[in-house]
C-alpha cells in the first residue's frame, strides 16, 4: 500500500483573497474552487499546476489548526496530502508501525476528500495528509 500521487500541497496564508490574486495574476493560475471547511476552521482555494493541486487555507478562527500554525511558523507550507486508496487501512498499516496519528479515523474534508493526518513529530516535521477520493 502506497500513495499514488501528491493529492494537494496546503499552504497556509492570513488573507485567502490577496493570495488568490497572486497565483491569479502574478503565477497565471486559475483559482477554481473556493470553499470553507467548518469544521477545520478554514477557507480554502484551489488552484490546478499540472496534475497536482495547490490549496491555500486561510483560518476562519483563530484558535483553529491554521490559525494556530501561522501566530507560531507565520505563513507558508502547512502539509503535504497524498492521495491512497483507502485512507482507514493506511492508517492501520501506520499506527501499527508506530507513527502517531493525530486522526485514527478518516474524516471529510475540502473537495468531498475523506482525509486523516498524521502527526508531524512522526513523520519529520512534515504534516502529512491521507486523501481518499470519494469514487473509491
Not at 50 to 60: A, N
Not at 78 to 83: P, V
Not at 104 to 120: D, M, N, Q, V
Request: net charge negative; aromatic share 8%; proline share 4%.
Amino acid at each position: 500500500m502506497k500513495p499514488s500521487h501528491i493529492e494537494h500541497i496546503g499552504i497556509a496564508v492570513k488573507n485567502l483573497d490577496e493570495q488568490i490574486a497572486y497565483y491569479q495574476d502574478v503565477l497565471g493560475l486559475t483559482c477554481y474552487n473556493i470553499e470553507e471547511v467548518a469544521d477545520q476552521k478554514v477557507r480554502t482555494a484551489f488552484f490546478m499546476v499540472g496534475q497536482t493541486k495547490i490549496e491555500l487555507l486561510e483560518s476562519t478562527d483563530p484558535d483553529g489548526p491554521v490559525g494556530k500554525f501561522i501566530e507560531k511558523k507565520g505563513e507558508g507550507v502547512h502539509h503535504i496530502a497524498y492521495a491512497v486508496d483507502s485512507v482507514q487501512d493506511f492508517l492501520d498499516s501506520a499506527s501499527e508501525k508506530g507513527v502517531t496519528l493525530i486522526d485514527k479515523t478518516p474524516r471529510k474534508g475540502a473537495e468531498g476528500l475523506s482525509i486523516a493526518f498524521l502527526h508531524p513529530k512522526s513523520t519529520f516535521g512534515v504534516l502529512t495528509e491521507l486523501c481518499e477520493h470519494p469514487e473509491k
